[in-house]
């Protein structure tokens, strides 16, 4: 199986500060969190660290303002009003991830494939936000065969898009259980917890 050269982010939400300080000690500098709240405690222990912080999950526009500058990547922009909200907030500019639905499962966010270059187009113009890809999230049950379809649905996406935004090289795709099937259908990025820290 081809590995590629995905990085892996440390999901730290379910961690306490010693397993993140470990995780450190061993040369992970990408770490992750899916809650503002959590994101701005985590940053406070560990200030002046070399970390490349990475917000994966959802954020409510209310609470742009006070983590917009504080992070490096934003894996789930998937609305337009956010897009504006980050452009108004930040001071400079921040990586973003288009969430893609792709198994349109109602308990996830993100947008449908078919609405994704209309997406895209009402992005342009904006300066904070740099589009760098695609993320997406498997069904928690998927099996091998319909990873292989979601994951490779999602890199065609990646590809569509970068006829948009030449910025659009990665993938986001890729948790505990399915990496290694994102990994085969070319994600760059995979957001590890539970696997990382038993
Ligand atoms: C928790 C989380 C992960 C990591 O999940 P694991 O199954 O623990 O690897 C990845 N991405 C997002 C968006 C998450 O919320």
């Known amino acids: 199986m081809a590995t590629g050269d995905a990085k892996v982010i440390a999901v730290t939400k379910y961690q306490t500060d010693e397993d993140v300080e470990l995780a450190y000690e061993t040369g992970i500098r ?3 969190e899916n809650r503002v709240d959590m994101m701005l405690e985590r940053q406070k222990q560990f200030e002046g660290r070399e970390i490349t912080w990475h917000l994966i999950g959802n954020l409510q526009r209310r609470k742009v303002r006070e983590i917009i500058d504080t992070i490096d990547y934003f894996h789930a ?11 108004k907030r930040a001071t400079k500019k921040v990586k973003c991830f288009i969430e893609v639905n792709i198994s349109r499962e109602d308990s996830k966010h993100g947008i449908f494939e078919e609405d994704l270059e209309q997406f895209a187009s009402e992005l342009q113009g904006l300066e904070k936000v740099e589009i760098v890809g695609i993320m997406t999230m498997a069904p928690y049950d998927a099996e091998h065969d319909e990873l292989i379809e979601i994951f490779t ?4 996406l990646r590809l569509k898009l970068k006829k948009i935004y030449n910025t659009a090289n ?6 505990s259980r399915d990496f290694a099937e994102a990994v085969e259908c070319g994600s760059t990025m995979v957001r590890i917890g539970s696997a990382l820290f038993v």
């Open 153 to 156: 649905k999602a890199e065609q």
């Open 170 to 175: 990665q993938l986001s795709a890729g948790m």
């Open 77 to 87: 922009l998937d609305s337009v009003k956010l897009a504006q909200e980050i452009e």
């Open 30 to 32: 990408d770490f992750g």
